[in-house]
């Protein structure tokens, strides 16, 4: 890579909203860096696409690109629609764990059946943010929110394996501390034929990390560092053990036939009869 | 059918599968739906034709995710169209209103069935007119077509795509069971006017204000659009705070729609101004009205109508030219008074209105029964 990475290079010039130490700026980073080392000096054959919440301002307006940003939870079905219209684009989703895993997790569960050839980015930060702190999917058990002040009576779902079991090309889980390694599966990510998703889990000092008794951003990302698990090792593990562990890395890279292909091949058929 | 596009011809047809044809003849190149009665046989026969001119046509998870797919593949440059009914149409409310603050052309096909909720459904309907119009939330404006035939789920289906189009706004066809399904004879004209989105020049960047209507591009063109259903300047930037820019935004888009009630409207009219007796009516209702106005006229009642195949925006002025001349108006409607107080709010104290209705089991308001209103109904007394 000759030319050195500068984040501007994609961006409009429009100041964030990220509150401070916010992990979606860690994100957006790694992504772009995972775009300038695949060679793109710029977002035209990208079209972003982000539903409600604080992740989904990650492209929009910030990329200087196309950037979609629909409904909550709404952004697969809207990038559905528009990758089969138009195959050439590199359809990108940006979605928190409220957004993809909460009130949109249908489509994230049919994206995946139908290998629908669209990247997701799930930015896990186990909490909703933007709405103050309340409870969600991802929430770990007996976590303090400020809808269940009495710690969370429910377990967490597990989005990446849920994606692996529906039929994705490419999952992988990393946290914000593995800057490398998120980067890596990015690129990976982003060339793959097919349906292919990114967990990244992710810090919330403002709304979650405060009220868990992990005061600081730095003890947020030592939490993140002390529970992470390689893939490996985990499945060495019982259920049990595993329990409120991050199990990061590759979880599962394969060639499927994609939705794209798929539906190609049946209007050629259709035409070829009519 | 073996043929790729439809050619002039005369065919018996079902109406959803003529809303289907029409859609393909209008250009519409992608469908997304959800089985449900009694909508599904416009998917059914989509799924078979639209590959056939290398459109495509999927069955997405629910309604949501069908109205969320025809909102992305609009913004990808392609005519498209869902179906569905009552309950689908109540899930899909919410990205209609996304298409309407994002000014997404689109194309929304309700055939009505007996609510609410699940109700009755395969018996016909008229209970959706009002959630047509006010489903989703906040201020906004809607284009509502409303077919009483076959030929008219035709011809009306290219016209909801040519005024998508050409207003940039979703458009919804509102049909009923019976006009969906009964077979009439259809004539496919031989020519078709199509109209097709405004595309901005190369230089081009405000797609979502200064003009009324703006131009539209497509993803992956080089405009680097945003598109944001968050109340948005002229260029698409977010601003969710500025009294001034929401005003101005939501203005524009119940203006553009609102201030061109007059030219949106179309009615079929019949002795509007010279009536004893005017008929307020659309879809399948308004069938029975032919026939009322020939066993009135052997008595010697003059009986005017209009039938509303724009039902929204209301067309005021047309109604209000009847309440001038009729003694009376009747609004015959299978819901519990849904235009009725429509008609009410036009014509005023101009003129007395009166409903007529029938409910549930799919049973039509006969001639008979509106005739018996016009000769010894509620305005007699």
Request: hydrophobic fraction near 40%; proline fraction near 5%; charged fraction near 20%.
């Given at each position: 890579m000759t030319e050195v990475f500068s984040i501007r290079t994609y961006l409009r010039d429009i100041p964030l909203p990220f509150c401070p130490g916010c992990g979606n700026i860690t994100v957006m980073d790694y992504f772009l860096r995972a775009v300038h080392e695949l060679g793109h000096k710029d977002l035209r054959k990208f079209v972003f696409l982000s539903g409600?919440?604080?992740?989904?301002?990650?492209?929009?307006?910030?990329?200087?690109?196309?950037?979609?940003?629909?409904?909550?939870?709404?952004?697969?079905?809207?990038?559905?629609?528009?990758?089969?219209?138009?195959?050439?684009?590199?359809?990108?989703?940006?979605?928190?764990?409220?957004?993809?895993?909460?009130?949109?997790?249908?489509?994230?569960?049919?994206?995946?059946?139908?290998?629908?050839?669209i990247k997701v980015i799930l930015v896990n930060n186990m909490i909703y943010g933007m709405t103050g702190g309340q409870v969600a999917p991802t929430t770990p058990f007996k976590a303090k929110t400020t809808t269940t002040p009495y710690g969370s009576f429910e377990h967490p779902l597990d989005a990446t394996r849920l994606v692996v079991a529906a039929g994705a090309s490419y999952a992988a889980r990393w946290t914000t501390i593995h800057g490398v390694q998120l980067k890596e599966a990015m690129k990976k990510m982003l060339t793959t034929e097919g349906f292919a998703f990114v967990e990244a889990v992710s810090q919330c000092p403002t709304a979650f990390g405060r009220r868990v008794g992990l005061k600081t951003v730095a003890d947020m990302l030592r939490w993140f560092k002390e529970n992470s698990v390689p893939l490996e090792e985990a499945e060495k593990m019982t259920e049990k053990e595993i329990e409120g562990k991050i199990v990061v890395g590759e979880h599962v890279s394969r060639r499927l036939p994609t939705l794209t292909e798929t539906i190609h091949e049946t209007i050629e058929e259709a035409r070829k009869h009519a | 059918m073996n043929k790729k596009k439809v050619e002039q011809s005369t065919f018996f047809w079902q109406g959803n599968e003529a809303c289907a044809e029409a859609a393909i003849a209008a250009g519409c190149r992608f469908f997304a739906g959800y089985p449900i009665t009694p909508a599904s046989e416009i998917a059914e026969h989509l799924a078979e034709r639209l590959p056939q001119v290398g459109g495509i046509a999927i069955q997405m998870e629910d309604e949501i995710a069908s109205m969320g797919a025809i909102v992305g593949a609009s913004w990808a440059g392609a005519k498209a169209m869902t179906a569905t009914s009552g309950p689908g149409f109540s899930l899909m409310q919410e990205n209609i209103g996304y298409a309407f603050m994002t000014e997404t052309p689109c194309v929304i096909v309700d055939v009505q069935r007996a609510g609410p909720?699940?109700?009755?459904?395969?018996?016909?309907?008229?209970?959706?007119?009002?959630?047509?119009?006010?489903?989703?939330?906040?201020?906004?404006?809607?284009?509502?077509?409303?077919?009483?035939?076959?030929?008219?789920?035709?011809?009306?289906?290219?016209?909801?795509?040519?005024?998508?189009?050409?207003?940039?706004?979703?458009?919804?066809?509102?049909?009923?069971?019976?006009?969906?399904?009964?077979?009439?004879?259809?004539?496919?004209?031989?020519?078709?006017?199509?109209?097709?989105r405004r595309k901005p020049k190369p230089t081009e960047k405000a797609f979502f204000g200064v003009e009324e209507i703006p131009p539209m591009p497509s993803v992956g063109a080089g405009f680097n659009v945003t598109v944001t259903g968050s109340t948005h300047d002229e260029y698409g930037i977010r601003s969710t705070a500025d009294p001034k820019v929401h005003q101005k935004l939501v203005e524009r888009l119940v203006g553009k729609i609102r201030g061109n009630a007059d030219r949106l409207a179309d009615v079929e009219e019949h002795n509007v101004k010279n009536c004893d007796v005017g008929i307020v009516s659309y879809g399948c209702t308004s069938r029975a009205v032919y026939e009322t106005v020939d066993l009135a006229r052997e008595r010697g009642i003059k009986v005017g109508f209009i039938r509303l195949k724009t039902v929204w925006p209301f067309p005021d002025k047309i109604v209000q030219v009847m309440a001038k001349n009729a003694k009376a108006i009747i609004v015959p409607e299978m819901n519990l008074q849904q235009i009725f107080y429509e008609v009410k709010r036009a014509v005023g104290n101009a003129v007395s209105v009166f409903p007529l209705n029938k409910i549930g089991g799919g049973e039509m308001i006969t001639p008979e029964e509106l005739f018996t209103e016009i000769i010894e109904g509620a305005w007699k007394k």
């Open positions: 409600i919440g604080c992740t989904a301002w990650i492209p929009s307006p910030h990329f200087e690109a196309d950037s979609i940003h629909t409904t909550h939870g709404r952004s697969i079905p809207a990038a559905t629609g528009m990758k089969l219209v138009r195959p050439e684009l590199n359809v990108v989703v940006f979605g928190g764990d409220g957004d993809l895993v909460g009130i949109g997790l249908s489509h994230l569960i049919h994206a995946a059946r139908r290998n629908m050839d | 909720s699940t109700g009755q459904a395969t018996k016909c309907g008229q209970g959706d007119v009002m959630q047509a119009r006010w489903g989703t939330h906040g201020d906004y404006a809607s284009i509502v077509l409303s077919p009483n035939s076959v030929q008219e789920m035709f011809d009306l289906t290219i016209q909801a795509f040519n005024l998508a189009e050409t207003y940039r706004a979703p458009v919804i066809l509102l049909a009923d069971e019976v006009v969906a399904h009964m077979r009439e004879r259809i004539v496919v004209p031989a020519k078709i006017e199509i109209l097709n």
